[in-house]
């Protein structure tokens, strides 16, 4: 008797717990919807931006995949949608941009009021700062105005 009573005892738990792992089941299946809908539906600062289970995703590859003007251009992109009231993106590789992404960056700050400011090994424009202080008189060789 106390096997047969043991028995009934684990057939019903085992159809209790059987409930809960496809009520449990379900409520994953409507959370994993309600996210594919809101990553559906969300607007990204930029084109061609996915965001799924597997990561970001930049024109249909990896962020980690991408060029480093590609991976910078994003990430103001972002800042700048994050955080609308700071109006200043500091980029402190902006050596390794090119004057074609460094007028990209130009246009997309002068269309959304931002200023910014890129560090960089040499330039030939921009103001010059040094231990602290703004350089007025700048050697030709230095580059700066």
């Known amino acids: 008797m106390r096997l ?17 792992a496809k009520r449990l089941t379900d409520t994953i299946a409507t959370i994993d919807e309600t996210k594919k809908e809101m990553l559906e539906s969300a607007s990204f600062p930029i084109p061609n931006v996915r965001l799924d289970e597997d990561g ?3 024109n249909g590859e990896p962020l980690e ?8 251009e994003f990430a103001v992109a972002v800042g700048m949608a994050v955080n609308p009231d700071v109006r200043l993106i500091l980029i402190r590789d902006g050596s390794l941009l090119d004057d ?20 960089c090994v040499k330039s030939d424009t921009g103001i010059i700062i ?4 703004v350089l007025d008189d700048v050697p030709a060789e230095q580059g700066a105005a």
């Open 4 to 20: 047969r009573d043991a028995r009934r005892y684990l057939a019903d738990e085992l159809v209790d717990k059987a409930a809960e």
């Open 56 to 58: 970001v995703f930049l």
């Open 65 to 72: 995949n991408a060029s480093q003007k590609e991976r910078i």
């Open 100 to 119: 074609e992404a460094k007028a990209s960056l130009d246009a997309m700050a002068h269309e959304r009021g931002f200023q910014v400011w890129l560090e």
């Open 130 to 133: 040094e231990d602290g202080a």
